[in-house]
């Protein structure tokens, strides 16, 4: 690694290890991807896992990504854990977190089953403009699901999600 590299990776640590949230989270990117650094996903976890306990909603929803999915230096799928990181996510106002968390109750990851807890979490993360909770919402009031059927209502949640660039919707 060069010295660029070095001096990048020491003023990072640094800036983390003070509190500085957004540091954490490069220098976790950085451990993942091994630049500058051997790749290293346990320690990536720990930077993003620090990041979210400084109050980056953004790191508390890829540490549920990692626990739901079992990577990036998650040692298992451990939905229970990856539910608390989403719950930290969204209150945190964060519309993926609250769009994962709302997933976590559609697909039961870990919980079971419950439509309208999904249905909420969706209606949170639209309400954030993130477009895929503005989708799943959508598909939600079309299908009828935790919902009466609103065709209306679908279409005007899909519009929305169209205007935020959801491929999907």
Known sequence: SSPAHADEVTDLTKACKVGKATKCEDLAEKYLAGDGVDKDEAKHLELLTRACDLKSSRACNNVGTSWSDG???ATDKDHAK???YYEKACAMKNGLGCFNLGNVYRLAEGVPEDLKIALANFKKSC???EAKGCTEQGIMYYEGKAVPKNVKKA???LEKACKLKSEAA
């Open 82 to 84: 990856a539910r608390k």
């Open 71 to 73: 990577k990036n230096g």
């Open 127 to 129: 309400d954030l403009d």
């Open 155 to 157: 279409v005007e949640l």
